[in-house]
């Protein structure tokens, strides 16, 4: 479990941290835009060139990255191989049987689409990796305060949100206590085949779903006995303020979107 | 069966920048058929410690021996079955652990995933049923409809019946009330008297330690401070205030009436002793006074 990265928050102190999660949101969207403008040599190279920078100023080791992907992998081959092997006839066909056509079209495509993956996959981790799950939540809410004209419960979701990823560390440390206890009376995880492992899991499923049902009961029982009411306007603890930071951060993506505007090939 | 210890260090997330040392080189050895009480504070590394036994977590470095079982960085999970039969661990809160739909089914659930056949597994889950002090007549109930205290008697059957020959017990009377705990230290202690179970207890009840213990390891910030009998751990009351450790309560007792004219030796550590040596003293006095 210690080996999955994606998702999980790493607690230093860099430039990249103190983005307001705003900021980081909506400049992930913003970078995922620009991954599917560009489309060729040049504007890839832009974007490798920025994702690395970007990796570089947030002082996290380009290790966690690529672990980050190895549990992706087996998507990002599949898709490539789909893409390789079954792209519309174009250019030069290299190979050619019943079906299948393996042309230069194919090739340069599924090369854009594995560094398509790459980028946005290291690009959202280092989202997460930077930024704690409550801000990410507290952001999400502040970006979706529009919403309230049309009467989307946008403060109740946001609770939900902080509350769902408030509780992942919590079940997750209940998930080992109840393996650590399962495997002490002999249940082998992870071991066997499909079946024997798919039957491993009932030990493990049942006590965690009846802990979180009686965690959930507490909680909105203490929630209720402090006087939480669903919908009405809620003030927050945590501010957030829209720094100079993130005002330089968006010019440079915005440079970075000229550019690659320039560069693309129309 | 014996433990032994050779400078175990343990890093949770080793080679993260999450790294952290929860143990650093510990060293002891506890004979077979020991009873050895782990104290010390929230996050000394207890809990960690006695993960070790049963190989849940292996050393980042040094060497655990549990009779002819070895383990070390290099261990593999597939050499670790056999010991886990032989060593029980009862968790914080066991009562999470139960999953089956009968109390039988679930006490049974250990044994059968070490081989032995469901007929001797379910026959075994009566019997261990009746052990813990509950009627066999509850076995074909849901566990879930019992009270917690009856949830916990359940798990710690389906721990014993392992039939393990180390029981590791981590805080085993949390949250229970004072009936309830003293009769789970009584069980517990019967089965160290009559089936000579090596028995290794976390707990912060220093009472517990000084009635049932026979040997005591002391742990702060991941290093084994102290390791001896009780009486030489708990001799020195002024050293465990100074480490913040409580001192039973029959020896704090005992200081205070030190202050009053009484003179222990040694100091006594539970109410019987504390009441033998207060009534040997006033035998004495009296014979002084007439």
Same mark, same amino acid.
């Given at each position: 479990m210690s080996n999955f990265i994606f998702g999980r928050y790493l607690p230093l102190n860099s430039v990249v941290h103190r983005l307001d999660p705003r900021a980081k949101l909506m400049l992930s969207f913003f970078y995922i835009v620009l991954v599917f403008m560009a489309n060729n040599l040049v504007t890839y190279g832009i974007l490798i060139v920025f994702t690395l920078a970007a990796i570089?100023? @947030?002082?996290?080791?380009?290790?966690?990255?690529?672990?980050?992907?190895?549990?992706?992998?087996?998507?990002?081959?599949?898709?490539?191989?789909?893409?390789?092997?079954? @792209?519309?006839?174009?250019?030069?066909?290299?190979?050619?049987?019943?079906?299948?056509?393996?042309?230069?079209?194919?090739?340069?495509? @599924?090369?854009?689409? #594995?560094?398509?993956?790459?980028?946005?996959?290291?690009?959202?981790?280092? $989202?997460?990796?930077?930024?704690?799950?409550?801000?990410?939540?507290?952001?999400?809410?502040?970006?979706?305060?529009?919403?309230?004209?049309?009467?989307?419960?946008? *403060?109740?979701?946001?609770?939900?949100?902080?509350?769902?990823?408030? #509780?992942?560390?919590? $079940?997750?440390?209940?998930?080992?206590?109840?393996?650590?206890?399962?495997?002490?009376?002999?249940?082998?995880?992870?071991?066997?085949?499909?079946?024997?492992?798919?039957?491993?899991?009932?030990? $493990?499923?049942?006590?965690?779903?009846?802990?979180?049902?009686?965690?959930?009961? *507490?909680? @909105?029982?203490?929630?209720?006995?402090?006087?939480?009411?669903?919908?009405?306007?809620?003030?927050?603890?945590?501010?957030?303020?829209?720094?100079?930071?993130?005002?330089?951060?968006?010019?440079?993506?915005?440079?970075?979107?000229?550019?690659?505007?320039?560069?693309?090939?129309? | 069966m014996a433990i032994s210890f050779e400078h175990v260090t343990f890093t949770y997330q080793a080679g993260t920048p999450m790294a952290q040392t929860a143990l650093e080189d510990v060293s002891f050895n506890l004979p077979d058929h020991g009873?050895?009480?782990?104290?010390?504070? !929230?996050?000394?590394?207890?809990?960690?410690?006695?993960?070790?036994?049963?190989?849940?977590?292996?050393?980042?470095?040094?060497?655990?021996?549990?009779?002819?079982?070895?383990?070390?960085?290099?261990? !593999?999970?597939?050499?670790?079955?056999?010991?886990?039969?032989?060593?029980?661990?009862?968790?914080?809160?066991?009562?999470?652990?139960?999953?089956?739909?009968?109390?039988?089914?679930?006490?049974?659930?250990?044994?059968?995933?070490?081989?032995?056949?469901?007929?001797?597994?379910?026959?075994?889950?009566?019997?261990?049923?009746? !052990?813990?002090?509950?009627?066999?007549?509850?076995?074909?109930?849901?566990?879930f409809e019992l009270s917690g205290g009856q949830m916990r008697r359940v798990a710690i059957a389906g721990v014993l019946a392992m039939r393990p020959k180390v029981l590791i017990l981590d805080e085993p009377t949390a949250g229970l009330d004072p009936q309830g705990r003293q009769e789970m230290m009584d069980l517990f202690e019967q089965l160290h008297r009559e089936q000579g179970l090596t028995i290794v207890l976390v707990t912060h009840q220093m009472e517990d330690v000084a009635e049932y213990a026979e040997q005591v390891a002391i742990m702060r910030e991941g290093r084994l401070v102290k390791f001896g009998d009780v009486q030489e751990a708990f001799g020195d009351p002024d050293w465990l205030l100074a480490n913040q450790l409580d001192v039973p309560r029959a020896a704090q007792f005992a200081q205070q009436l030190a202050k009053r004219g009484f003179q222990w030796q040694p100091l006594p550590l539970t109410a019987d002793q504390l009441a033998e040596q207060i009534a040997e003293q006033w035998r004495k006095r009296g014979t002084d006074h007439v």
């Open positions: 570089f100023a @947030s002082k996290i080791s380009l290790g966690f990255f690529l672990k980050g992907i190895r549990p992706l992998l087996w998507l990002i081959v599949f898709t490539v191989v789909l893409q390789l092997l079954f @792209s519309p006839a174009g250019g030069h066909v290299y190979f050619h049987w019943a079906f299948i056509n393996i042309t230069q079209y194919g090739v340069v495509n @599924s090369g854009y689409i #594995f560094i398509r993956f790459l980028l946005i996959i290291m690009m959202s981790t280092l $989202l997460t990796l930077s930024t704690q799950p409550l801000d990410i939540a507290t952001g999400l809410s502040s970006l979706m305060k529009p919403l309230r004209w049309v009467h989307v419960p946008v *403060d109740t979701l946001a609770m939900m949100l902080s509350i769902a990823l408030r #509780f992942v560390p919590t $079940l997750m440390d209940e998930a080992t206590k109840i393996m650590n206890a399962q495997r002490a009376r002999g249940v082998d995880f992870g071991e066997g085949g499909l079946f024997k492992q798919a039957k491993s899991l009932i030990p $493990l499923m049942v006590p965690l779903f009846m802990s979180a049902f009686n965690r959930a009961e *507490d909680l @909105s029982t203490a929630m209720e006995a402090r006087g939480y009411q669903d919908s009405e306007h809620r003030s927050q603890y945590r501010i957030l303020t829209w720094q100079k930071r993130d005002t330089v951060t968006w010019i440079i993506f915005i440079i970075g979107f000229a550019a690659i505007l320039a560069f693309r090939r129309w | 009873y050895l009480a782990i104290i010390g504070h !929230t996050g000394s590394g207890k809990s960690t410690l006695v993960q070790q036994i049963n190989a849940l977590l292996k050393p980042t470095s040094g060497t655990i021996k549990i009779d002819d079982f070895t383990i070390t960085p290099d261990t !593999t999970n597939a050499d670790l079955k056999p010991l886990r039969q032989h060593v029980g661990m009862v968790f914080q809160f066991p009562e999470s652990q139960l999953f089956e739909e009968t109390i039988r089914k679930d006490i049974a659930f250990g044994p059968q995933n070490f081989g032995m056949s469901p007929e001797d597994a379910n026959e075994l889950a009566d019997q261990m049923l009746t !052990t813990v002090g509950l009627d066999t007549s509850y076995a074909e109930r849901s566990p």
